[in-house]
């Protein structure tokens, strides 16, 4: 079935570097999403990325979805402590969402 | 403006009871969405709801029932629980555009099946 693999699957960074975490997909997707879960709470919806190719940026966060809609990534510059958590991607095929298994960021002061 | 609400926020069973979750969706949210998120992995998709029908469903067994209300509101009702269904249940409510819809989710129930 459709898989979305998520790497690295851990990152620790001192504060004010950069991380990045990339999402693939086994099939071609209609959109992908990316979630941020703190420890202990829920996924918080962060965006949406619908058209290949498309780049989107909020504040220190570059989101960017492949050519071929199959893959995606997050960018963050320079950490803050308050980007700890767990970014998630999920792919948009067929009406649900299939996660990947997150990449879990800690952040040192 | 209300966001998800889901209830109750923490729940222990033992092997083989039954559970109701309940989840109610963000105003003016029509599609309602469960997930299954066992500890360190991402949600998984049980199924989705939309009016009052299931119209997707994940891998997951029969044992896994739903409802939709006319109000949009929906519950996940587990059967025979297993010790593995032990798990944070996440619903997610978006609105049908039939392209990509975002989905806001609820804070989730914590199961323990002992």
């Known amino acids: 079935g459709q898989q979305v693999m998520q790497i690295p699957q851990y990152q620790h960074v001192q504060e004010g570097e950069d991380f990045t975490t990339y999402c693939n997909s086994s099939?071609?997707?209609?959109?992908i999403q990316w979630y941020k879960q703190r420890p202990g709470g829920h996924p918080v919806f962060l965006i949406q990325?619908?058209?290949?190719?498309e780049v989107k940026k909020q504040k220190r966060l570059t989101f960017q979805f492949g050519e071929a809609k199959k893959n995606s990534s997050l960018h963050i510059t320079a950490t803050q402590t308050t980007d700890v958590g767990t970014y998630f991607c999920?792919?948009?095929?067929?009406?649900?969402?299939?996660f990947g298994k997150g990449t879990k960021l800690s952040v040192k002061p | 403006d209300a966001g998800v609400t889901q209830s109750p926020t923490h729940l222990i069973k033992t092997r083989g009871q039954q559970v109701t979750l309940r989840c109610s969706p963000k105003?003016?949210?029509?599609?309602v969405s469960w997930y299954q998120q066992a500890l360190g992995q991402g949600p998984q998709f049980i199924f989705q709801?939309?009016?009052?029908?299931?119209?997707q469903r994940g891998n997951f067994p029969d044992r896994f029932s739903g409802h939709q209300f006319p109000n949009y509101s929906s519950e996940l009702n587990v059967n025979a629980l297993l010790l593995g269904d032990s798990a944070l249940y996440l619903c997610?409510?978006?609105?049908?555009?039939?392209?990509?819809?975002?989905?806001?989710f609820g804070p989730g129930t914590r199961l323990l099946v002992l």
């Open positions: 999920a792919g948009g095929s067929q009406g649900n969402l299939i």
């Open positions: 997610a409510s978006s609105l049908r555009t039939g392209v990509g819809e975002t989905q806001y």
């Open positions: 709801y939309y009016e009052e029908e299931e119209r």
């Open positions: 099939t071609t997707l209609s959109n």
């Open positions: 990325l619908v058209k290949s190719g």
């Open positions: 105003s003016g949210h029509d599609t």
